[in-house]
Nanobody, 126 residues
Framework: QAQLIESGGGLVQAGGSLRLSCAAT????????MAWFRQAPGKEREFVAA????????RYADAVKGRFTLSRDSAKNTVYLQMSSLKPEDTAVYYC???????????????????WGQGTQVTVSS
């Protein structure tokens, strides 16, 4: 059974850094797309970053470009989101998502993913 296990959330001061991890188990396929979305209180879930492996270039939401970096350890089937220069507006529950049939045009859309993690809280204090 496919499962996404997230870790790395927490409380950090503005300007600080955190690294989120998402380990995927039970997912096999020639190609996999993995992404991070986030949801702040009272707001809709929004796209943060996504990548497709092998061979795809990561893409980022405008709000995080230049501050967040997506990477993947294929041996561990784990994707990381390195978050730097954090701002209070980055506060949200961050969700990992994965898909085996995600097409390029759907990589920034929640509907493009079949598997979701339970979420991890990131709180940035001012």
């Amino acid at each position: 059974q496919a499962q996404l296990i997230e870790s790395g959330g927490g409380l950090v001061q503005a300007g600080g850094s955190l690294r989120l991890s998402c380990a995927a188990t039970g997912l096999t396929g020639m190609r996999i797309a993995m992404a991070w979305f986030r949801q702040a209180p009272g707001k809709e879930r929004e796209f943060v970053a996504a990548g497709r492996w092998p061979g795809g270039s990561p893409r980022y939401a405008d709000a995080v470009k230049g501050r967040f970096t997506l990477s993947r350890d294929s041996a561990k089937n784990t994707v990381y989101l390195q978050m730097s220069s954090l701002k209070p507006e980055d506060t949200a529950v961050y969700y990992c998502a994965a898909g085996l049939t995600t097409i390029l045009s759907m990589m920034s859309s929640a509907g493009g993913y079949n598997y979701w993690g339970q979420g991890t809280q990131v709180t940035v204090s001012s």
